[in-house]
Nanobody, 126 residues
């Protein structure tokens, strides 16, 4: 397993934007498939987005398609989740995951990944 660290969460008004970051602790994420998941209170962890290890394929859940963008910056070993047009229903703890696969076109389940960060909380509220 690898250690991951997320950052960038916070409180934002509806319609606002946030950018989440995911870095590896002591290693680079360059060649890992990376998934972003979220878990709202009382709900199961759900996949939001996934980026293939080769960086050439992305998956987005229907609920965020067109609003969220996943990307990788190999120069600083970081994977980002740019979130725009945020809605109250986007409120959740967001996790990045590695050591897994991004099956296309249906996207991964949480058990497709074995390494997780501690999560960063996103609250969308006026």
């Amino acid at each position: 397993q690898v250690q991951l660290v997320e950052s960038g969460g916070g409180l934002v008004q509806p319609g606002g934007s946030l950018r989440l970051s995911c870095v590896g602790s002591g290693f680079t994420l360059d060649y890992y498939a990376i998934g972003w998941f979220r878990q709202a209170p009382g709900k199961e962890r759900e996949v939001i987005s996934c980026l293939s290890s080769s960086n050439d394929r992305t998956y987005y859940a229907d609920s965020v398609k067109g609003r969220f963008t996943i990307s990788r910056d190999n120069a600083n070993g970081t994977v980002y989740l740019q979130m725009s047009s945020l809605k109250p229903e986007d409120t959740a703890v967001y996790y990045c995951a590695a050591d897994g696969i991004c099956p296309f076109p249906y996207g991964p389940n949480w058990y497709d990944f074995s390494s997780w960060g501690q999560g960063t909380r996103v609250t969308v509220s006026s």
